[in-house]
């Protein structure tokens, strides 16, 4: 996934806004996948932290 990425941004298929935009939708994933599996294991989970904070 990540040559993928390096190769589209390479080539110019991926723009500045487009990057823009898939950093923010993973970011808002991480933080529901996190706060969903706090609310699964607990407050003393450390992997929904570390997902949130990712």
Do not use: I, K
């Not at 823009?20 to 996948?33: M, S």
């Not at 706060?35 to 607990?42: K, S, V």
């Amino acid at each position: 996934g990540l040559f993928l990425v390096q190769y589209g941004v390479e080539r110019g298929l991926l723009t500045p806004a487009m990057r823009v935009l898939a950093a923010l939708g993973l970011g808002a994933a991480l933080v529901v996948a996190g706060d969903l599996l706090r609310r699964r294991h607990g407050d003393a989970a450390s992997v929904p932290s570390g997902l949130a904070g990712a």
